[in-house]
């Protein structure tokens, strides 16, 4: 083939394949030549990243981001479809990213829906994750699971179990998931363990179709202690939702619906 041949043979495991010929540039110094191909990083490789902010489809989601803001403690009660993995893990990563918290910890009550497939393999993470999954596909849609993997090595995300939270001192964020299968014990110490500057966001569904092993909604607890004691209302703020709420489907919003009315 010629010089200018638009092409080259390459011989590979014996067998000829025509290879394109690169498109290459001399470099100022009159060099090696250098190739001129775009390299694309994927956006979740750019440590500035940041994704777009979350918005409230409704007026219980405006009110649960408003109350992220001004309370220590935040409670968000809900059904099903109503977005409190998706915005509280949102509005979490994006505070991490920008540098408003230094750490974010995630637990949840460790109690499986149904049977259990018995005791899960490895470690701490490996046993835990599959408990945490609304909230981690969340945090991995919106900034990639290597992100999130980084974050585990540098201590920047902790995954938590309850059990082992006696004695601990939790700073900057702590998000627990199912706060409704916990008892008033277990929420008494999750609620001490927080720093001072720290913010507690407990999600779960409190309408009463959820409880603990021992038939306490935990939830349902935590509202009646704070209406209770009213100095802490200035720290501790309640959002209830229902199922005119939801926004998952229309599916998701007939089922809750269904299971409502055949509680009645």
């Given at each position: 083939?010629?010089?200018h041949a638009k092409g080259f043979i390459e011989i590979i495991d014996g067998v000829e394949t025509s290879q394109p010929r690169k498109k290459t540039r001399r470099t100022?110094?009159?060099?090696?030549?250098?190739?001129?191909?775009?390299?694309?990083?994927s956006k979740f490789q750019d440590e500035s990243y940041l994704a777009?902010?979350?918005?409230?489809?409704n007026d219980v989601q405006?009110?649960?981001?408003?109350a992220l803001k001004e309370f220590d403690v935040v409670v968000f009660s809900a059904p099903a479809g109503v977005g409190k993995s998706y915005l509280t893990m949102s509005e979490a990563s994006d505070w991490l990213k920008k540098g408003l918290y230094d750490k974010i910890t995630l637990s949840r009550a460790v109690i499986p829906m149904g049977r259990s497939l018995g005791m899960l393999p490895n470690n701490l993470q490996q046993k835990f994750e599959p408990f945490l999954m609304p909230l981690l596909e969340v945090l991995w849609k919106r900034y990639g699971k290597s992100y999130y993997e980084n974050c585990l090595a540098n201590g920047s995300i902790e995954l938590?179990?309850?059990?082992?939270?006696?004695?601990?001192?939790?700073?900057?964020?702590?998000?627990?998931?199912?706060?409704?299968c916990m008892d008033q014990n277990e929420l008494y110490t999750m609620l001490t363990r927080m720093e001072q500057g720290s913010k507690l966001i407990l999600i779960g569904d409190g309408t009463g179709h959820?409880?603990?092993?021992?038939?306490?909604?935990g939830i349902e607890w935590l509202t009646?202690?704070?209406?209770?004691?009213?100095?802490l209302q200035k720290h501790i703020k309640v959002i209830t939702a229902n199922s005119e709420d939801i926004v998952r489907g229309g599916l998701c919003k007939?089922?809750?619906?269904?299971?409502?009315?055949?509680?009645?």
């Open positions: 083939m010629g010089a100022r110094q009159g060099g090696v030549p250098e190739a001129t191909g775009r390299v694309i990083k777009i902010p979350v918005t409230a489809k405006k009110q649960f981001l408003n938590l179990a309850p059990e082992y939270a006696r004695g601990r001192s939790v700073s900057d964020v702590m998000i627990i998931d199912e706060v409704q959820q409880t603990d092993i021992k038939g306490v909604n009646r202690f704070v209406d209770k004691n009213p100095e007939a089922m809750v619906q269904a299971k409502e009315r055949e509680s009645k």
